[in-house]
């Protein structure tokens, strides 16, 4: 199977690319009628949550963020909503609705006057601002908010009334004419076409925003006229031939026109929007995914990432259990099977077979675009079903892969953020992105960092702390301000504060799964005696008091991650952080760690902090935390190389074998460090070596030497 361009690749083509705006005018076209939308929604709140929700999230207003780095790099893009012309964005928009574009140029990139995915950005870009508004409540952000929508409605309306080509409905918006969709329903490829219901999808979502986080009513009118066109177009297709349109490559890709419509059908109550939201079913995966049948292998990942949302949100209003099923077991499918160790997956935007991760690391992995689809599917699973799993990916990847993908110095021209993050030796970060698909979603991953901090349970009963960001709660419902103060990611230790409010409370304390190294809780200075085992809920249940303070310790230590399909080939981390090498070298280095180890069998015997904070050194390179946004060359991953069974200076002279998977004699003796004594640690290296020779991946003469290398080692705890 050869592959296909990616849209990088195009946009490396076409970059700089320009043409004369598009200037129409045409005959009145009759107004259809559109049925009032209204909504339940508070306005700057979220969408209402099902009532399928065992768990449901806070408001973005609801939560906000204290000092830290998530902070930091939060403002650079706030800076950014801020200043960035409104009319820029609006350009190309203007142009295909034959109005005056006011002079300004479009963004660039893929967001051009001529280009085929034009309007996206835009759509990134109401998200943006909106959730900007809704985290900081600013003025201006408002206004510029509203003026967005305004304009936006102003050219659905000119499209209606004189569009050329006229539209087939009067509810149609985009910023080309309506040639793309017809083309798609012949079957025309990319990139003669390229997504025209991904850009679709980025229009509504960023409409639906508007409304939900910044209480704009005319953005769900703009939106509900959409979806009626969207049902005017698709509804009365056949069913196969809506499946094929959708398995085209790029031009099939939808986004999340099927969460988008659910969740405008949740809004207006009107059944078409529903139907709609049917007629995106992509009925082979979905098959294939609710029967637990892995067919990813070849696929374009973000293009399908995004369904499975969607299918959840239909779950929430059909209670079909297929689409919930067929979610679950595709997260399982990408969530560890196909993640590098930052959390991100794909490559070249393809997934690739299962556990092929050291197979395929090069320049082009992990499309930031897939990261943001797979948090969103993430959450929206943990609302169905709040297991600790899913919140383990999400501080994975916010913290290694979202956090790392803005640069660290301020733009207000660019959003400065990742398209692919090379997982390869020697590669580097590229930020900009200004008009691409990552470069829309990136606007939005930086501001809303607090949407999964908290979360509470239906009844208001408990309280999910989920990530141990500096925060504040406002939970009005409950009369509670819960304060968080934290150095994360610098370091495990945080405090839960009672700042406003109390009264009965389940509070579950997420215990990462990462947290080997003991867990420490307190409630007012008192230890609490229960069990906080790594990789689940820690529920303290009590009546809370305003003053109350929860302090969670959690220290980091040093570990390493094996690839699943070479364990030789390796990456470390620190706690939840992935450090990298600083190396522009570009082929594999090489470590080994064993022979500095001490009775404690900890990597801290082979790798030492620097002076600098979150920053060591090994094997003379200098490691440091990947959320470091900057473009020096990295190594993600390294080759580990033990080949020989030595403790400390002691040399056996005795290969180090493997096992039928890939653990080697020193892989087993160490995991079961630390040890008491050397007395200790001979007795385990006489047994493994007993154990070894059983199995005859020693000879006798072997087994002998290791365990005489043990008694002549001299391991200093």
């Not at 900007?132 to 304009?151: C, G, I, M, P, Q």
């Not at 021209?413 to 900009?432: A, H, I, K, L, N």
Request: aromatic share 10%; net charge neutral.
């Amino acid at each position: 199977m050869s592959q296909p361009p990616t849209r990088r690749r195009v946009l490396s083509l076409t970059a700089g690319a320009a043409a004369t705006p598009l200037m129409s005018s045409g005959p009145l076209a009759q107004a259809a009628h559109a049925a009032p939308a209204t909504s339940t929604a508070k306005a700057g709140g979220a969408q209402p949550a099902p009532p399928a929700w065992s768990v449901r999230p806070f408001a973005l207003h609801e939560v906000s963020l204290g000092e830290g780095v998530f902070r930091t790099k939060r403002d650079l893009m706030l800076d950014y909503a801020r200043a960035y012309p409104a009319d820029r964005i609006l350009a190309v928009f203007r142009a295909n609705a034959g109005l005056d574009t006011r002079g300004a140029r479009p963004p660039g990139g893929w967001e051009t006057f001529d280009g085929n995915l034009r309007g996206h950005y835009g759509g990134h870009f109401l998200t943006l601002v909106a959730q900007a508004y809704a985290d900081t409540r600013e003025a201006a952000l408002k206004s510029k908010l509203d003026h967005l929508v305004t304009a936006l409605g102003e050219c659905q309306q000119a499209l209606a009334e004189h569009g050329t080509p006229k539209p087939s409905h009067p509810g149609y918006l985009a910023a080309y004419p309506e040639t793309q969709f017809i083309l798609l329903e012949s079957y025309t490829t990319y990139p003669t076409i390229w997504a025209p219901y991904y850009t679709c999808h980025k229009i509504m979502r960023g409409l639906l925003d508007a409304h939900t986080l910044a209480g704009n009513p005319q953005a769900l009118t703009i939106a509900a006229k959409m979806g009626d066109w969207v049902h005017s177009r698709l509804g009365h297709l056949p069913k196969a031939q809506l499946e094929r349109m959708w398995s085209i490559y790029i031009a099939g890709e939808y986004g999340g026109m099927n969460e988008v419509m659910t969740d405008l059908y949740a809004l207006t109550g009107r059944e078409e929007h529903l139907a709609a939201a049917r007629c995106f079913d992509n009925t082979a995966l979905l098959k294939a995914c609710a029967e637990n049948r892995d067919i990813l292998e070849g696929r374009h990942a973000n293009q399908h990432i995004p369904q499975f949302t969607g299918y959840l949100r239909l779950f929430d209003h059909t209670g079909e259990e297929q689409y919930a099923g067929a979610a679950r077991n595709f997260w399982g499918m990408v969530a560890g099977p196909r993640t590098y160790a930052l959390g991100g997956t794909g490559q070249g935007e393809m997934f690739r077979a299962r556990e092929a991760i050291a197979a395929t690391l090069d320049d082009k992995n992990a499309e930031t675009c897939a990261t943001y689809n797979m948090l969103k599917l993430s959450r929206q699973l943990f609302f169905h079903d709040p297991d600790p799993a899913y919140m383990d990916y999400y501080e994975r990847a916010l913290t290694n892969h979202i956090l790392a993908s803005r640069r660290d110095a301020p733009s207000t021209d660019s959003p400065e953020v990742t398209y692919f993050v090379g997982m390869g030796p020697g590669v580097q970060r590229r930020f900009g992105n200004t008009g691409t698909c990552c470069g829309g979603t990136g606007m939005e991953n930086h501001t809303k960092y607090q949407d999964s901090v908290y979360f509470r349970s239906a009844d208001g009963n408990a309280l999910y702390v989920n990530l141990y960001l500096a925060s504040t709660l406002r939970w009005p419902e409950r009369g509670l301000v819960i304060e968080q103060t934290s150095h994360y990611p610098a370091e495990g230790v945080r405090t839960l504060t009672f700042r406003e409010g109390g009264g009965r409370l389940a509070l579950k304390l997420r215990i990462p799964s990462w947290a080997t190294a003991g867990v420490t809780v307190t409630v007012n200075g008192v230890p609490h005696r229960a069990e906080a085992a790594p990789g689940t809920y820690l529920t303290l249940n009590r009546n809370w008091r305003r003053g109350d303070r929860v302090r969670i310790s959690t220290p980091y230590r040093l570990r390493i991650e094996r690839a699943l399909d070479d364990p030789d080939v390796q990456s470390l981390f620190y706690g939840p952080l992935l450090l990298t090498a600083r190396s522009a070298e570009q082929q594999f280095r090489t470590f080994s760690f064993y022979q500095d180890f001490t009775l404690r069998g900890d990597l801290a015997d082979a790798i030492r902090p620097t002076g600098r904070p979150l920053h060591f050194t090994t094997h003379d390179l200098t490691l440091a935390p990947f959320h470091i946004g900057d473009d020096a060359p990295y190594h993600a991953y390294f080759t580990r190389s033990e080949p020989v069974i030595v403790f400390g200076t002691s040399d056996s002279g005795v290969p180090n074998h493997a096992r039928a998977d890939g653990r080697t004699f020193l892989d087993v003796l160490w995991q079961q460090a630390p040890f008491p004594a050397s007395a200790h640690f001979v007795g385990a290296v006489r047994t493994l070596a007993g154990r070894w020779l059983a199995e005859n991946l020693l000879t006798r003469a072997e087994h002998d030497a290791v365990i005489a290398a043990a008694n002549q080692a001299d391991l200093r705890r």
